[in-house]
T-cell receptor, first 114, second 116 residues
């Protein structure tokens, strides 16, 4: 089963507000990824993080790889209606055959009111 | 379009029938992954290939499931004797793996399976 705890489960915000969501794990991951998924479509990669403590931005999105390697967060600034969707964190472990697979969180459903 | 493609996008079948899905990865990617996603959950890993070699299979992958990547390019996922619990979105992803590189996986649009 899934081992990443993602929160909050859902958010309802006004257009223009900032959003923050996070992901925690009981295990260490060496890569953290954030994806966005629209209904009926596959996840789209937003940001990838590779080093503990790393802070990376992609437009209005900023994500950080926690120092302990057991958590990550994603911030969206000045939200717009097209930010609506489900956001997933995903982690990849180091070493062995487990290197290939991603473990996903349960997702954060984001609704933006105009 | 140079992204990951999957076919079909939707499949409705009766319990007990066999189904096969196809995934075409990004052309230069040597790794190909299959995930399953049920409503309200994140994707769960099923299996992955590096070139034509199947390197890992999840315990979720019962004996009724088989995946192949015969020439190291496209892959197929077959489910035999489908059950209602197999209803889910089946996602394919690909990545370019090199020693010391990063594991950025890019997903296809998925195949939605409904077992009646």
């Amino acid at each position: 089963g899934q081992q990443l705890n993602q929160s909050p489960q859902s958010m309802f915000i006004q257009e223009g507000e900032d959003v923050s969501m996070n992901c925690t794990s009981s295990s260490i991951f060496n890569t953290w990824l954030w994806y966005k998924q629209d209904p009926g479509e596959g996840p789209v990669l937003l940001i990838a993080l590779y080093k503990a403590g790393e802070l990376t931005s992609n437009g209005r999105l900023t994500a950080q790889f926690g120092i302990t390697r057991k958590d990550s967060f994603l911030n969206i600034s000045a939200s717009i209606p097209s930010d609506v969707g489900i956001y997933f964190c995903a982690g990849s472990r180091a070493g062995g055959t487990s290197y290939g697979k991603l473990t996903f969180g349960q997702g954060t459903i984001l609704t933006v009111h105009p | 379009d140079t992204g990951v493609s999957q076919d079909p996008r939707h499949k409705i079948t009766k319990r007990g029938q066999n189904v096969t899905f196809r995934c075409d990865p990004i052309s230069e990617h040597n790794r190909l992954y299959w995930y399953r996603q049920t409503l309200g959950q994140g994707p769960e890993f099923l299996t992955y290939f590096q070139n034509e070699a199947q390197l890992e299979k999840s315990r979720l992958l019962s004996d009724r499931f088989s995946a192949e990547r015969p020439k190291g390019s496209f892959s197929t996922l077959e489910i035999q004797r489908t059950e209602q619990g197999d209803s889910a979105m089946y996602l394919c992803a690909s990545s370019l793996f090199k020693l010391g590189s990063y594991n950025e996986q890019f997903f296809g649009p998925g195949t939605r399976l409904t077992v009646l």
